[in-house]
């Protein structure tokens, strides 16, 4: 199965940018889909990004024209520009994979890392 382990969490000033790396190791057959979410405080998790192929992208509104998300499949990672930070954009990220292993769709998860946005 597949393991993901994340990277590029942190404190940073408003209006800075920071990015998260999502690295997968193990062994699967096909990825589907790799995803970013975070969940705030007192809030339902929310997807923030997702990749299918490399045209093939969404994003949240609240984030639209301030991150990116960006794939390597030579790496098995995917990555999280994320600029323009707002305090809003405080919360745990935890990317997220949708996998095919021997003709059985399973998910993985990373464990998740904190980013603060300071005013």
């Known amino acids: 199965q597949v393991q993901l382990m994340e990277s590029g969490g942190g404190v940073v000033q408003a209006g800075e940018s920071l990015r998260r790396s999502c690295i997968a190791s193990g062994s699967y057959s096909l990825i589907n889909a790799m995803r970013w979410h975070r969940q705030a405080p007192g809030k339902q998790r929310e997807l923030v990004a997702r990749?299918?192929?490399?045209?093939?992208?969404n994003y949240a509104e609240s984030v639209k024209g301030r991150f990116t998300i960006v794939k390597d499949n030579a790496k098995h990672t995917v990555y999280l520009q994320m600029t323009s930070l707002t305090p809003d954009d405080t919360a745990v990220y935890y990317c997220?994979?949708?996998?095919?292993?021997?003709?059985?769709?399973?998910?993985?998860w990373g464990q998740g890392t904190q980013v603060t946005v300071s005013s």
């Open positions: 997220n994979f949708d996998y095919n292993l021997l003709g059985t769709s399973l998910a993985a």
């Open positions: 990749v299918i192929t490399s045209w093939r992208t």
